[in-house]
């Protein structure tokens, strides 16, 4: 069974710091892309950023570029988001999810209707 788990989130105060993972089990990641998403209430859910399956490209939403990283570790089969200088608008659910890559091994997308597996979320909350 194809299954994505994202685990990290949490409360933080602004200006902190969370560490996202996503780890894959029943497939590896290796020929996959991946990318994290998040949704807030009474909002679409939107691209955060995305990684080729060869790690290679990286792609960032505008307002997060600068304080947040993805990474991936095939070996462990896991994608990482850090997150740094966290603001009360980061505040969502956050997802990960993959769709194979493995012929454009440099193929990264922002659009959540690209992607064929997905976890189940992970709650991020920024608030004094």
């Known amino acids: 069974q194809l299954q994505l788990v994202e685990s990290g989130g949490g409360l933080v105060q602004p200006g902190g710091s969370l560490r996202l993972s996503c780890v894959a089990s029943g497939f590896t990641l290796d020929y ?5 998403f998040r949704q ?3 909002k679409e859910r939107e691209g955060v950023s995305c990684i080729s399956s060869s790690g290679g490209v990286e792609n960032y939403l505008d307002s997060v570029k600068g304080r947040i ?3 991936r570790d095939n070996a462990k ?3 990482t988001l850090q997150m740094n ?3 009360p608008e980061d505040t969502a659910v ?6 194979m890559a493995a012929v454009n091994r440099y193929l990264c997308d922002a659009r959540p209707e690209e992607y064929d597996y997905w976890g189940q979320g992970t709650q991020v909350t920024v608030s004094s």
């Open 85 to 87: 200088s966290l603001k």
């Open 77 to 79: 089969n896991t994608v």
């Open 32 to 36: 996959y892309a991946i990318g994290w």
């Open 69 to 71: 990283t993805i990474s």
């Open 40 to 42: 807030a209430p009474g």
């Open 94 to 99: 956050y997802y990960c999810a993959a769709f």
